[in-house]
């Protein structure tokens, strides 16, 4: 599986981006894709996720009612919709995936084997 995550840049408070994982060369079965972001000198952590057998989603509590992630299955694209971005949304934002059964609880943040790059996502006036 390769993942490639774009759409980052600059924005000003209460902002909007949408970010895009692309995924190629996914076998058949149900994934994981998770979203994360790692501020400067903190930990990862995970935003936000989407299983594609149920399609149920998971946020972060800071992230709740501003960010939406969605699938494009056509396109093997998942996105996150972040509106009414704050300063603290701040960081580099990285893609995952991750083959599991069909009723997987996506948020389990610390199981992801594949990584795309990470794109940068600065919210600053």
């Known amino acids: 599986v390769q993942l490639q995550a774009s759409g980052g840049g600059l924005v000003q408070p209460g902002g909007s981006l949408r970010l895009s994982c692309a995924a190629s060369r996914l076998s058949s079965g149900y994934y994981a894709i998770g979203w994360f972001r790692q501020a400067p000198g903190k930990e990862r952590e995970g935003v936000s996720c989407i299983s594609t057998g149920t399609r149920r989603t998971y946020y972060q509590d800071s992230v709740k009612g501003r960010f939406t992630i969605s699938r494009d299955n056509a396109k093997n694209t998942v996105y996150l919709q972040m509106n009414s971005l704050k300063p603290e949304d701040t960081g580099v934002y990285s893609c995952?995936?991750?083959?599991?059964?069909?009723?997987?609880?996506?948020?389990?943040?610390?199981?992801?084997?594949?990584w795309g790059q990470g794109t940068q996502v600065t919210v600053s006036s």
């Open positions: 995952a995936a991750l083959r599991v059964a069909l009723y997987y609880a996506c948020e389990r943040w610390n199981a992801y084997t594949m």
